[in-house]
Each structure stands twice: as C-alpha cells, then as structure tokens.
C-alpha cells in the first residue's frame, strides 16, 4: 500500500531562478563591497579580455573575475602564487550556483608580495636574456652629450650636474619624468627611447651616454624601476647607460638591464666623466717621462753608434785603394776600346774596296729610266691616235643615229596631233554644251540629278535650268499628265555585223 502523502506546509513554492535572484539579492545587499587577502591560484586570461582566477587561503576559496575595462586600469597585474588584496563587490552566477567576487582594484599583501612578484619577474627576464654580460656596452671615456633621466625638482639632478661640473664639465640634457607612482613607468621608458631616437646631425645633440637615476626609498617608491617596460627599455638602448636607482643597498631590475650600475647619483656621475685636473696631472707627468725616455734613448743610441764607429776602418783609407782600383779599370778600358776601333776601321776598309762606288749605280739607273721613259712616250702617241680614229668613227656614227631620231620623233608627233585634234573634234560634237547653244535646257533637282521624265516631277517642286550662259531657279506648278497607253514598239532592226561600206568615217 502506498504511503499517505502529508499535507502541505505553509512555506512558499519558489522557481529555481527566483530563489537564484533572492539569493543573489541578499548577498549583495549585505557584502556591497569588500576586500579580501588571499593567495592567487588558476588564473587565466580569456580572449575578451576578462580576467578569471581563484582567490585561496588554507580553508576556503572564492571564485574572482575583473572585467576587461577595470583590468586594463590595474596597477598590479594577478599571478599564480601571488598574495594580494582585492576590492570588489560580492555578488553570484545563478548558472553555476555560486557566489564569486567582482574585482575592480588589486594591491600586493605586503613586501613578500612585492618580493615574490620582482623574483618572479627578474626570473622570467633574465630567461630572455636581457641581463646577460654579453649584451652590456662599454662606457665612453669622456662623452661630449650625457642624457640624465630623472625627476627634475629633486636634489639627484642638483648632485649630478654639481659633480660632474667639477669633475670635467660635459653639456647635459635632461629628460624630466615622475619617478614614482603609477605614471613613472611609462614616462621613464618612454624618455629612454626618445634619447635613442634623436638624429646625431639634428638640433638637439644625441648623448653618448645615459644615467637613469633616483633618490633611496621603501620598495614600493622604487618600484617603477623594477616594471618590464623600464627595464626592456633599458636593455634596448644603443646608447651606454648607467642605473643610479636608491642608495648602495637598494637593488632593482633595471640595475641588472643597464651597462653599469652606480651605488648612488652621484657616483654614477663620478663613472661618467674622469677628472679634469687629474687628467692634467696625468698628461704633464706622461709628457716629462716621455721627454726622459727619449733623451735617455738617445743617449744610448749615440754611446753605442761611438763604440760601433770605432771598431770601423778609416774611409779616407778605404777610398784610395777603390780609387787607384778604379784608375786602373779605366785606363784598359780606354785601351781596349782603341784597339776595338782601329780592328774595326780596317776591317770596314777592306769590304769596302770590293764594292762599286755608288755614283755609278746612280748613273746605270738613271740611263736605264731614260729608255723606259722614251718608249712609254712613244707607246703613248700611238694609243693615243688608236684612241682618236676610233672616237672619230663612233661620232660619225652616233650623228647619223640622232638625225634618224628626230625626223621620227617629228613624224610620230604629227600623227599624234592630228589624232588628238580629231578626238577633239568629235568629243565636242557630242557635248551637251552644243545641244544648249542651240535652244535647249537642263533641268536638274535639288540633288543635281538630270530631270529627262516628266513622271520623276512633282507640282511645287523646286528644279534648276541651265541655259547655254549660266543656270536659273525654276518651280514645277503643275504635275506630270495622266499616264497615257503606251503604243506597241515596232520590232528593232537587226545591226549588221560588220559597218556599213556606204558610210564614211569620222577620222
């Protein structure tokens, strides 16, 4: 037998979405807002932006979330492992049946947070590389330009333009930023890269060297320092720079960025010039030990070139003996060289007594051209004679030639004429021109076509005539008649198919 249901009781019936919404109602209406230290655990970055993780303690956990536009605005950015202090309103996700916190600000829990996050940081750069001893530039001995990033109302500034006056006096620019606070960081970087991209040939001078520096202070105050975007800045530089962060105690990230690290402001200006007048001292003692030097090595030098020398014969001796030596040589050579040229004069006269004298060959070879010169001459007239008779004969011929020529041309040019005359003749017996001489007229349209039909007229109808003497305008007033029955063609006679003998001809 089934159980007896009990009777209802007089509590209310509610929808699973409005106990959801009563629930949520009470929660916020009690915790408006609150802030709640804990340690950051499952954080994770959505695509939209939404910051989503869980704040823990060693009992409980609750579920966090910051919206995109208040995560933009955090100062402290949340990690895994990370102790920190949320403010925010307490509120639930029906869809999940729980309650979770809405985050709009986060701050460290203290300076083991702050600890923790700068060793997590310095780890995280130091894997990158940015502080590897190979990445490090050397400092310039003595730069004409030093670029100071600092506050510019603070007595850092003073300490370092001070010192480096009395050290050696450089020209110094100042880039002025906020070195502490949420605004530091970015002004610090930004006056980095600036530095960096000055023109060297532009209007304001490029340092050769860069000092970021700040007075001491508690973690917190120097914490610009140790953000990512000062500390990849620094690192990026092209221009030597030198970190003067806090006292001698005070370590941040820029420090392990930076080509050299200064203890304080001022040491970090001792670092970028030398001093002046210990430079002076130094060149004037450089300048005396040298002049020593080479009077000491002159000296040598001569003492030894007097000892060498006297181990040396005399060169006055050793000169006689080279010029007796040469005396000799010259005299055989004067010697040699007569007989040379008395062996080769009677040599020369004995070749020449076996030749002929030259006027000789002259006279045969002039004789010689004489004869050819009298039978060209008298081969010459006879080719020239050749030469006339026929021309004489070939002119004969070509006068004969051209007087047959024109006597042709003269009869061809008649004949021509006469035939020419004649078409003339009959082409102006067939012009219409001779037609309207004698009475008639042509009538053209308004195309200048010729009118010969009375049926191509219409009345009203604009015609031209033209007379023997000239043309006149002219308007058909009357139609053309009735077509009438034409009468029957008589059969044309067949043309013969030769001309007619009995005809005569027109040329």
């Known amino acids: 037998m089934p159980p007896i249901p009990e009777p209802a009781g007089n509590a209310p019936v509610y929808t699973v979405s409005e106990l959801s919404g009563a629930l949520k109602r009470t929660i916020e209406d009690r915790f408006g807002r609150v802030r709640v230290r804990a340690e950051v655990s499952g954080f994770k970055r959505a695509a939209s932006g939404h910051l989503y993780f869980t704040l823990k303690d060693k009992d409980a956990i609750l579920a966090s979330v910051c919206w995109r536009g208040m995560a933009a605005k955090l100062t402290v950015q949340p990690e895994d492992g990370l102790e920190i202090i949320c403010s925010g309103r307490l509120t639930t996700y029906p869809g999940r049946s729980q309650y979770q916190l809405i985050v709009d600000s986060v701050e460290l829990a203290g300076e083991g947070a ?41 007595a850092v500034i003073r300490d370092i333009l001070h010192r480096i006056a009395e050290r050696f006096p450089r020209h110094v620019l100042v880039w002025p930023v906020v070195v502490q606070g949420e605004r530091a960081a970015g002004e610090i970087a930004a006056a980095i890269e600036g530095f960096n991209r000055l023109d060297p040939a532009g209007p304001v001078p490029r340092p050769g060297l860069l000092i970021v520096a700040r007075g001491g202070g508690s973690l917190e105050d120097l914490w ?6 000062v500390v990849r800045a620094a690192a990026a530089s092209a221009i030597p720079l030198i970190s003067a962060v806090g006292h001698e105690t005070d370590t941040t990230l820029i420090d392990f960025a930076a080509d050299r690290r200064a203890p304080t402001p001022t040491a970090a200006a001792e670092m970028a010039v030398p001093v002046r007048v210990k430079l002076l001292e130094t060149v004037r003692t450089l300048d005396v030990r040298l002049l020593g030097t080479i009077n000491r090595r002159l000296g040598a030098e001569r003492s ?44 020369l006269e004995s070749l020449s007594r076996g030749l002929r004298h030259p006027r000789e060959r002259l006279k045969e070879r002039e004789a010689r051209i004489k004869a050819a010169g009298r039978a060209l001459r008298v081969g010459m007239r006879a080719r020239l004679a050749a030469e006339r008779d026929r021309l004489g004969r070939r002119s004969d011929q070509l006068d004969g030639v051209s007087l047959r020529l024109g006597r042709a041309m003269t009869s061809a040019l008649e004949a021509r004429n006469q035939d020419l005359a004649a078409r003339a003749r009959l082409l102006d017996g067939f012009s219409y021109q001779k037609v309207l001489e004698r009475g008639f007229v042509l009538v053209r349209d308004d195309a200048g076509a010729a009118l010969i039909l009375v049926a191509a007229t219409a009345p009203n109808m604009a015609v031209s005539l033209r007379f023997s003497d000239g043309e006149a305008g002219a308007r058909i007033t009357d139609g053309p008649p009735p077509p009438a029955a034409r009468p029957a063609k008589p059969a044309r006679k067949k043309e013969p198919a030769g001309p007619d003998p009995s005809q005569g001809e027109l040329l």
């Open 114 to 154: 702050l600890l923790k996050l700068l060793e997590n940081r310095r780890k995280a750069l130091a894997a990158e590389g940015l502080f590897d001893e190979a990445r490090k530039q050397p400092l310039p001995y003595l730069p004409e330009v030093i670029g100071v990033v600092t506050s510019p109302t603070g």
């Open 224 to 229: 610009a320092f140790n953000e990512e975007a």
């Open 304 to 347: 030894e070139l007097r000892g060498l020398a006297r181990g040396l014969p005399d060169p006055a001796s050793l000169l006689d003996v080279v010029a007796q030596r040469l005396d000799d040589r010259f005299e055989r050579l004067v010697n040699a060289a007569a007989n040379e040229l008395e062996r080769r004069t009677g040599r």
